[in-house]
């Protein structure tokens, strides 16, 4: 069974930082490209980031560009996202998620359909 197990979250003043972990239990981690979204209250699921299966590849949204990071360490089949200079906008629950058909192209690997399996997320919470 897959399953996908973020942690880190928590309450953070804006301009902190917090560092998500998701801890995979996937047969072969390293065949998976990887992604972090989050949802707000009221609002859609949006990307985040993505990391292909082996790291060369790395992608982010607008909104995160130059202040998030996302990393990840095959051996230990977890996937992280560094966020510095968070802003209350930033307050989501944030989930991450796994892609088993890849290699998917720049544009696919954003979508939230291209993802196959989903943690239950952490709350962040980022206050002014």
């Known amino acids: 069974q897959v399953q996908l197990v973020e942690s880190g979250g928590g309450l953070v003043q804006a301009g902190g930082s917090l560092r998500l972990s998701c801890e995979a239990s996937?047969?072969?981690?390293?065949?998976?490209?990887m992604g972090w979204f989050r949802q707000a209250p009221g609002k859609e699921r949006e990307f985040v980031a993505a990391?292909?299966?082996?790291?060369?590849?790395?992608y982010y949204a607008d909104s995160v560009k130059g202040r998030f990071t996302i990393s990840r360490d095959n051996a230990k089949s977890t996937v992280y996202l560094q966020m510095n200079s968070l802003k209350p906008e930033d307050t989501a629950v944030y989930h991450c998620?796994?892609?088993?058909?890849?290699?998917?192209?720049?544009?696919?690997?954003?979508?939230?359909?291209?993802?196959?399996?989903w943690g239950q997320g952490t709350q962040v919470t980022v206050s002014s």
């Open positions: 990391i292909s299966r082996r790291g060369a590849s790395r």
């Open positions: 998620a796994a892609d088993s058909r890849g290699p998917s192209t720049s544009a696919a690997i954003t979508q939230s359909r291209t993802f196959d399996y």
């Open positions: 996937l047969r072969t981690f390293s065949n998976y490209a």
